[in-house]
T-cell receptor, first 114, second 115 residues
Framework: ETGVTQTPRHLVMGMTNKKSLKCEQH?????MYWYKQSAKKPLELMFV???????ENNSVPSRFSPECPNSSHLFLHLHTLQPEDSALYLC?????????????FGSGTQLSVL | GEDVEQSLFLSVREGDSSVINCTYT??????LYWYKQEPGAGLQLLTY?????DMKQDQRLTVLLNKKDKHLSLRIADTQTGDSAIYFC???????????????FGQGTTLQVKP
Protein backbone atom coordinates (compact mmCIF):
# COMPACT_ATOMS: atom_id res chain seq x y z
CA GLU A 1 0.00 0.00 0.00
CA THR A 2 1.66 3.21 -1.15
CA GLY A 3 -0.99 5.69 0.02
CA VAL A 4 -2.12 6.45 -3.53
CA THR A 5 -5.47 4.92 -4.49
CA GLN A 6 -6.81 4.71 -8.01
CA THR A 7 -10.31 3.74 -9.11
CA PRO A 8 -11.50 1.88 -11.01
CA ARG A 9 -8.84 -0.82 -11.38
CA HIS A 10 -10.22 -1.85 -14.75
CA LEU A 11 -12.32 0.03 -17.28
CA VAL A 12 -13.72 -0.99 -20.64
CA MET A 13 -15.30 1.73 -22.72
CA GLY A 14 -16.53 2.34 -26.22
CA MET A 15 -15.18 5.15 -28.36
CA THR A 16 -18.28 7.27 -27.79
CA ASN A 17 -18.39 6.90 -24.01
CA LYS A 18 -17.39 9.43 -21.37
CA LYS A 19 -15.72 8.15 -18.23
CA SER A 20 -13.46 9.43 -15.47
CA LEU A 21 -10.47 7.99 -13.64
CA LYS A 22 -9.98 8.95 -10.02
CA CYS A 23 -6.86 9.21 -7.92
CA GLU A 24 -6.60 10.02 -4.23
CA GLN A 25 -3.56 10.44 -1.99
CA HIS A 26 -3.42 10.91 1.77
CA UNK A 27 0.31 11.42 2.01
CA UNK A 28 0.22 15.21 2.28
CA UNK A 29 1.99 15.62 -1.06
CA UNK A 30 1.58 18.75 -3.15
CA UNK A 31 2.37 17.39 -6.59
CA MET A 32 0.33 14.84 -8.53
CA TYR A 33 0.91 13.24 -11.90
CA TRP A 34 -0.76 11.18 -14.61
CA TYR A 35 1.40 8.70 -16.50
CA LYS A 36 0.45 6.39 -19.37
CA GLN A 37 2.06 2.93 -19.51
CA SER A 38 1.95 1.05 -22.80
CA ALA A 39 3.74 -2.23 -23.43
CA LYS A 40 7.38 -1.91 -24.53
CA LYS A 41 7.24 1.90 -24.52
CA PRO A 42 8.67 4.34 -22.01
CA LEU A 43 6.37 5.42 -19.24
CA GLU A 44 4.81 8.57 -20.67
CA LEU A 45 4.24 11.63 -18.49
CA MET A 46 0.87 13.21 -19.35
CA PHE A 47 0.10 15.90 -16.77
CA VAL A 48 1.66 17.43 -13.68
CA UNK A 49 -0.15 19.39 -11.00
CA UNK A 50 1.69 21.34 -8.32
CA UNK A 51 -0.44 22.85 -5.54
CA UNK A 52 -3.54 22.24 -7.72
CA UNK A 53 -2.08 24.19 -10.65
CA UNK A 54 -1.30 22.39 -13.88
CA UNK A 55 2.41 22.83 -14.55
CA GLU A 56 2.88 20.35 -17.36
CA ASN A 57 0.78 19.16 -20.27
CA ASN A 58 2.93 16.89 -22.32
CA SER A 59 1.14 17.46 -25.66
CA VAL A 60 -1.72 15.24 -24.60
CA PRO A 61 -4.77 15.12 -26.94
CA SER A 62 -7.77 17.07 -25.72
CA ARG A 63 -9.84 13.88 -25.40
CA PHE A 64 -7.96 13.54 -22.08
CA SER A 65 -8.99 16.25 -19.63
CA PRO A 66 -7.41 16.40 -16.16
CA GLU A 67 -8.92 17.99 -13.09
CA CYS A 68 -7.29 18.65 -9.73
CA PRO A 69 -9.82 20.12 -7.26
CA ASN A 70 -7.40 19.94 -4.34
CA SER A 71 -3.94 18.57 -3.55
CA SER A 72 -5.34 15.18 -2.53
CA HIS A 73 -7.50 14.38 -5.56
CA LEU A 74 -6.81 14.09 -9.25
CA PHE A 75 -9.15 13.07 -12.04
CA LEU A 76 -8.70 12.20 -15.67
CA HIS A 77 -11.84 12.72 -17.74
CA LEU A 78 -12.03 10.66 -20.90
CA HIS A 79 -14.20 11.19 -23.96
CA THR A 80 -14.22 9.94 -27.54
CA LEU A 81 -11.13 7.83 -26.99
CA GLN A 82 -9.39 5.76 -29.64
CA PRO A 83 -8.36 2.08 -29.41
CA GLU A 84 -4.69 3.16 -29.25
CA ASP A 85 -5.49 4.89 -25.95
CA SER A 86 -5.82 1.46 -24.34
CA ALA A 87 -3.12 1.32 -21.68
CA LEU A 88 -2.44 1.32 -17.96
CA TYR A 89 -2.95 4.81 -16.53
CA LEU A 90 -0.90 5.48 -13.44
CA CYS A 91 -1.36 8.26 -10.95
CA UNK A 92 1.50 9.37 -8.72
CA UNK A 93 2.16 11.95 -6.05
CA UNK A 94 5.50 13.23 -4.89
CA UNK A 95 7.33 14.58 -1.93
CA UNK A 96 10.41 16.73 -2.12
CA UNK A 97 12.87 16.18 0.73
CA UNK A 98 16.40 17.54 0.72
CA UNK A 99 16.54 17.82 -3.08
CA UNK A 100 15.40 14.23 -3.55
CA UNK A 101 12.02 13.84 -5.14
CA UNK A 102 10.26 10.53 -4.63
CA UNK A 103 7.21 9.46 -6.55
CA UNK A 104 4.60 7.24 -5.01
CA PHE A 105 2.42 5.43 -7.53
CA GLY A 106 -1.05 3.99 -7.41
CA SER A 107 -1.77 0.54 -8.85
CA GLY A 108 -3.21 2.03 -12.01
CA THR A 109 -6.37 1.78 -14.06
CA GLN A 110 -6.18 -0.72 -16.91
CA LEU A 111 -8.18 0.92 -19.70
CA SER A 112 -9.48 -0.90 -22.76
CA VAL A 113 -11.10 1.11 -25.55
CA LEU A 114 -13.24 -0.93 -27.92
CA GLY B 1 16.50 16.07 -25.23
CA GLU B 2 14.91 13.85 -22.65
CA ASP B 3 15.32 10.18 -23.38
CA VAL B 4 15.94 7.13 -21.22
CA GLU B 5 16.63 3.74 -22.78
CA GLN B 6 16.75 0.24 -21.38
CA SER B 7 16.84 -3.24 -22.81
CA LEU B 8 13.43 -4.92 -22.63
CA PHE B 9 14.21 -8.31 -21.15
CA LEU B 10 16.69 -10.13 -18.93
CA SER B 11 16.59 -13.75 -17.79
CA VAL B 12 18.78 -15.13 -15.00
CA ARG B 13 18.93 -18.20 -12.79
CA GLU B 14 18.07 -18.00 -9.11
CA GLY B 15 21.19 -17.23 -7.08
CA ASP B 16 22.98 -15.48 -9.96
CA SER B 17 23.59 -11.74 -10.15
CA SER B 18 21.41 -9.61 -12.41
CA VAL B 19 22.64 -6.45 -14.09
CA ILE B 20 20.10 -4.10 -15.63
CA ASN B 21 21.46 -1.27 -17.74
CA CYS B 22 20.12 2.14 -18.65
CA THR B 23 21.30 5.12 -20.69
CA TYR B 24 19.98 8.66 -20.43
CA THR B 25 20.50 11.85 -22.35
CA UNK B 26 20.03 14.83 -20.04
CA UNK B 27 23.40 15.74 -18.52
CA UNK B 28 21.75 18.12 -16.04
CA UNK B 29 19.92 15.31 -14.22
CA UNK B 30 20.54 15.64 -10.49
CA UNK B 31 19.10 12.32 -9.37
CA LEU B 32 18.64 9.00 -11.10
CA TYR B 33 16.24 6.37 -9.88
CA TRP B 34 15.37 2.72 -10.11
CA TYR B 35 11.74 1.71 -9.70
CA LYS B 36 10.27 -1.80 -9.52
CA GLN B 37 6.85 -2.83 -10.79
CA GLU B 38 5.38 -6.14 -9.72
CA PRO B 39 2.43 -7.65 -11.64
CA GLY B 40 -0.81 -5.75 -11.11
CA ALA B 41 0.85 -3.00 -9.13
CA GLY B 42 2.18 0.48 -9.61
CA LEU B 43 5.85 1.41 -9.51
CA GLN B 44 7.73 1.41 -6.22
CA LEU B 45 10.94 3.27 -5.59
CA LEU B 46 13.84 0.85 -5.10
CA THR B 47 16.82 3.15 -4.84
CA TYR B 48 18.26 6.38 -6.20
CA UNK B 49 21.67 7.94 -6.71
CA UNK B 50 22.83 11.54 -6.73
CA UNK B 51 24.66 12.55 -9.87
CA UNK B 52 27.90 13.40 -8.05
CA UNK B 53 28.20 9.79 -6.82
CA ASP B 54 29.44 6.89 -8.88
CA MET B 55 28.25 4.04 -6.70
CA LYS B 56 25.63 3.33 -4.10
CA GLN B 57 25.09 0.05 -2.28
CA ASP B 58 21.94 -0.94 -0.44
CA GLN B 59 21.90 -4.57 0.77
CA ARG B 60 21.65 -6.74 -2.38
CA LEU B 61 21.39 -3.72 -4.67
CA THR B 62 24.35 -1.88 -6.20
CA VAL B 63 23.85 1.16 -8.40
CA LEU B 64 26.68 2.27 -10.65
CA LEU B 65 26.68 5.62 -12.40
CA ASN B 66 29.01 6.60 -15.23
CA LYS B 67 28.16 10.26 -15.71
CA LYS B 68 30.57 10.73 -18.60
CA ASP B 69 28.83 8.01 -20.63
CA LYS B 70 25.38 8.76 -19.13
CA HIS B 71 25.09 5.12 -18.15
CA LEU B 72 23.33 3.76 -15.07
CA SER B 73 23.19 0.15 -13.94
CA LEU B 74 21.44 -1.81 -11.22
CA ARG B 75 23.05 -4.97 -9.94
CA ILE B 76 20.98 -7.39 -7.87
CA ALA B 77 23.11 -9.92 -6.01
CA ASP B 78 21.81 -13.44 -5.27
CA THR B 79 18.71 -12.89 -7.41
CA GLN B 80 15.57 -14.55 -6.06
CA THR B 81 12.31 -15.54 -7.78
CA GLY B 82 10.64 -12.70 -5.85
CA ASP B 83 12.83 -10.26 -7.76
CA SER B 84 10.94 -11.09 -10.97
CA ALA B 85 9.37 -7.79 -12.01
CA ILE B 86 9.76 -4.87 -14.41
CA TYR B 87 12.56 -2.47 -13.47
CA PHE B 88 12.38 1.14 -14.60
CA CYS B 89 15.23 3.58 -14.77
CA UNK B 90 14.34 7.28 -14.45
CA UNK B 91 16.09 10.64 -14.51
CA UNK B 92 14.81 13.78 -12.83
CA UNK B 93 14.41 16.88 -14.95
CA UNK B 94 13.90 20.17 -13.09
CA UNK B 95 10.87 22.18 -14.09
CA UNK B 96 10.58 25.93 -14.19
CA UNK B 97 8.00 26.17 -11.41
CA UNK B 98 9.08 25.78 -7.81
CA UNK B 99 11.01 22.72 -6.77
CA UNK B 100 8.88 20.22 -8.64
CA UNK B 101 10.64 18.19 -11.24
CA UNK B 102 9.43 15.54 -13.60
CA UNK B 103 10.73 12.04 -13.88
CA UNK B 104 11.47 10.68 -17.33
CA PHE B 105 11.28 6.91 -17.40
CA GLY B 106 12.65 4.25 -19.69
CA GLN B 107 10.60 1.40 -21.19
CA GLY B 108 11.30 -0.91 -18.31
CA THR B 109 13.34 -4.14 -18.24
CA THR B 110 11.42 -7.31 -17.50
CA LEU B 111 13.54 -9.49 -15.22
CA GLN B 112 12.70 -13.18 -15.31
CA VAL B 113 14.27 -15.31 -12.58
CA LYS B 114 14.29 -19.03 -13.26
CA PRO B 115 14.42 -21.47 -10.33
Amino acid sequence: ETGVTQTPRHLVMGMTNKKSLKCEQHLGHNAMYWYKQSAKKPLELMFVYNFKEQTENNSVPSRFSPECPNSSHLFLHLHTLQPEDSALYLCASSTYRGLVEKLFFGSGTQLSVL
Amino acid sequence: GEDVEQSLFLSVREGDSSVINCTYTDSSSTYLYWYKQEPGAGLQLLTYIFSNMDMKQDQRLTVLLNKKDKHLSLRIADTQTGDSAIYFCAERISMNTGNTGKLIFGQGTTLQVKP
